[in-house]
């Protein structure tokens, strides 16, 4: 896929569309920006409904799945900064990406899972999609959702 287009026209080219954000439901901001930086509150496999994909990757759940999970994940990671910051283009690099897999205690293919919301940002946001990394199991997540994401990224000036 050619990385010419605003984020928005790449999407567009790959058939996709940013899902609805949702407010948080607790004590926190789905964003806070330091300096040049926006950090993006944990997301999760959120349907169009409103429920989450939810299970236990490596015993009711396959890694096949769990990535379709952190890709639409990182769908909403990519509607909430969007929400922010009114376009995409004001994106100047994903810096951190932190994802946790609700994994069985023998699973260890967390980064393959987690690799469907990095490619993602590489397809939408080229060479500026490309970061640091960190992919863990855990032993539960809100809801029983397989993957939630949270990302840092660096701005651009208006």
């Known amino acids: 896929m050619s990385m010419t287009g605003s984020p928005e026209e790449r999407l567009a080219a790959l058939g996709l569309e940013l899902p609805a954000t949702a407010p948080p439901l607790f004590s926190y901001v789905s964003t806070r920006v330091a300096g040049d930086l926006l950090y993006i509150s944990g997301q999760g496999p959120r349907e ?15 890694v096949e799945q769990a990535y379709a999970d952190a890709r639409l994940t990182g769908l909403h990671l990519l509607a909430v900064a969007k929400e922010h910051l009114g376009e995409l283009s004001r994106v100047k690099a994903v810096i951190k990406v932190f994802g946790m897999v609700n994994a069985t205690a023998d699973f260890d293919r967390h980064p393959q899972v987690i690799n469907g919301c990095s490619d993602l940002l590489v ?3 080229g060479e500026p999609g490309r970061h640091a990394r960190s992919a863990v199991g855990v032993g539960s997540l809100p809801g029983g959702m397989t993957v939630e994401i949270e990302a840092i990224l660096q701005l651009s000036p208006y």
């Open 48 to 62: 169009s409904n409103g429920s989450y994909r939810a299970g236990k990757v490596g015993s009711d759940v396959s």
């Open 123 to 125: 397809e939408v946001l």
